[in-house]
């Protein structure tokens, strides 16, 4: 892979990634177009649910269909087109279709509702919508038709789903020709914005992070070029496409080598899974920790047949120890690999590598991806610390997003002069260049003046042999001003648990101050779509 992380100055908490490999200079579509000349007769999508299943021909001769609808339907270059839907074929066709004409694709989350809704179609100026018309107990249409009055730029909307809404997008392929298509296309550069993704908004309205086709596609090439990606991979997604996890780890890291996506089902179910994995003899599965962890306790986990598997990715939250155990042993994922990073910088500057050991899989987040820097620096000077030394971590390259969708205040908070993104997270670099992420600024407890990491606290405790899963946040205390309260999921639900038996546990293996101060059972944890444990509603439900 000829791809190293150069050692800094005088042990600084700085890497470059080098790499004799270039960049992609091309855009999505003729990223794609390369793909589908190679690779005509190979499956390039198979949705499950829907019963699909395209060959990169037939996947490219559907997403250029739609992309003449696109254009057919009087969407520009640099028009916002909102995608709002659960994982499907559709989805995927959207998002290169969109690419092909120089539309923006805009995510908007499964889980919002209306207001969300409205912000997200009124802030980005969504000319066209794609949405889901119901899953589950949600009706989209309904949320729609409330919200559709509010949002003055939204002249059309189709229905996935709706044969005859649907219909009508492709049928107006029909009034443009491939010329006209092929024209859009010569306008395009790959620094073009493609992408709007909206952050969770825990704090304030979310924020639109706007991602340029040389964004996104190169990462999604690099992270799948660092776990090996070929043409015969088959890369099982139960993430959700909203999120970089499933568009650009998942979709462009499998299309730009030639590779399979297979979506199990419209959201994550880990029976669908496995089925899909066993089905399509998928090579790869991506994953949040507590996704492997459902697949894993499902009470006919050893039925399914998982040999087809070799790597895959684990990211959203610190994978456990023993999870990472078995993900390896009894998934057969030896070449499993971890991945840091944030939409705002699409999504991934640190990876693990195939070989790594478990150690660095659990103990950390990786180490710098080729044409990337990294740098750990103090959080109220900006200064580079020595290795070893914990501080905010920084990233600057290619990835880094172009900015915050008609917000250069926001954009400013997090972008330096020098083009370096600040995370927010703290983070240590070791001799080594591997990252660990020891936790969030905001997150960070600070016990009567000693700081405590929840993340540490978090590892210790799944060693517990009653606690499935644990998340550890800080609560108001009148004398130390905040401690530590481990919110935990039991591995049997009959089982029961106290604080005393918990503290128990932790006497003198852990320093006194970071000894959980309270207990909360619950059945699950809060979390967004992209399957990231909510902290800061554990917080304020319980502090």
């Not at 559709?90 to 539309?103: D, F, K, N, P, S």
């Not at 298509?181 to 306008?187: P, T």
């Not at 078995?326 to 499993?336: D, K, P, Y």
């Not at 910088?345 to 990337?372: A, K, Y």
Request: glycine share 10%.
């Amino acid at each position: 892979m000829s791809a190293t992380a150069e050692p800094a100055p005088a042990g600084l908490s700085y890497a470059h990634g080098t790499s004799r490999t270039p960049l992609l200079g091309d855009t999505i579509g003729q990223n794609l177009a390369r793909a589908v000349a190679a690779w005509p007769d190979r499956d390039a999508l198979v949705d499950i649910a829907a019963g699909t299943r395209w060959t990169y021909a037939e996947f490219g001769a559907a997403v250029e269909q739609l992309a003449l609808g696109l254009l057919g339907s009087g969407v520009g270059k640099g028009d916002r087109v909102g995608i709002w839907a659960v994982n499907c074929a559709e989805w995927v066709l959207l998002q290169y279709a969109t690419a092909r004409v120089g539309a923006i694709l805009v995510n908007v989350n499964p889980a919002y509702r209306s207001h969300e809704l409205a912000y997200v179609l009124r802030q980005s100026g969504v000319s066209l919508l794609v949405a889901t018309e119901r899953h589950r107990t949600t009706d989209y249409r309904a949320m729609v038709d409330e919200v559709r009055g509010a949002c003055p730029d939204l002249r059309a909307v189709h229905y996935i789903g709706d044969d005859a809404s649907w219909g009508a997008l492709l049928d107006a392929a029909r009034s443009v020709g491939e010329r006209e298509l092929a024209s859009r296309e010569a306008e395009l550069s790959c620094d073009d914005p493609v992408n709007i993704q909206y952050t969770s908004g825990t704090t304030g309205f979310p924020k639109g992070a706007t991602l340029s086709h040389h964004n996104i596609l190169n990462n999604g090439y690099w992270v799948g070029r660092t776990i090996g990606y070929g043409e015969q991979d088959r890369v099982c997604l139960p993430v959700p496409f909203y999120h970089c996890f499933g568009m650009v780890m998942g979709n462009l890291g499998a299309t730009s080598h030639g590779a399979c996506v297979v979506i199990p089902a419209p959201s994550f179910d880990p029976v669908a899974t496995l089925q899909a994995v066993e089905r399509e003899r998928c090579t790869s599965l991506y994953g949040v920790p507590t996704m492997f962890i459902a697949e894993l306790n499902l009470a006919d986990f050893a039925t399914y047949d998982l040999t087809s598997l070799r790597t895959g990715i684990m990211a959203g939250s610190p994978c456990p120890v023993e999870v990472m155990k078995r993900v390896v042993a009894e998934m057969h994922m030896a070449e499993v690999s971890i991945c840091y990073g944030m939409t705002e910088t699409s999504p991934v500057c640190v990876q693990t590598r195939m070989d790594d050991d478990l150690e660095r899989r659990t103990g950390t987040v990786g180490r710098v991806l080729p044409h990337i820097e990294v740098k750990v620096v103090d959080p109220a000077t900006g200064v580079t610390l020595p290795r070893g030394a914990s501080g905010e971590l920084c990233t600057r390259g290619y990835s880094v997003m172009l900015g915050y969708w008609n917000d250069p205040e926001r954009t400013a908070e997090v972008i330096d002069s020098g083009r370096w993104m600040h995370t927010g997270d703290l983070a240590v670099m070791r001799d080594d260049g591997y990252v660990q992420i020891v936790g969030r600024i905001k997150d960070m407890i600070i016990r009567g003046g000693e700081n405590v990491y929840p993340r540490e606290i978090e590892e210790f405790l799944y060693g517990h042999p009653k606690i499935a899963d644990v998340q550890v946040v800080g609560v108001p205390d009148e004398r130390y001003g905040e401690v530590p309260l481990a919110c935990v999921i039991l591995r049997d639900p009959e089982d029961a648990l106290t604080l005393a038996e918990l503290r128990d546990f932790c006497e003198g293996r852990l320093a006194r101050y970071k000894v959980p101060a309270g207990l909360r059972i619950l059945e699950s944890f809060p979390m967004t779509v992209s399957g990231k444990v909510r902290k800061v509603e554990l917080r304020e439900r319980f502090g």
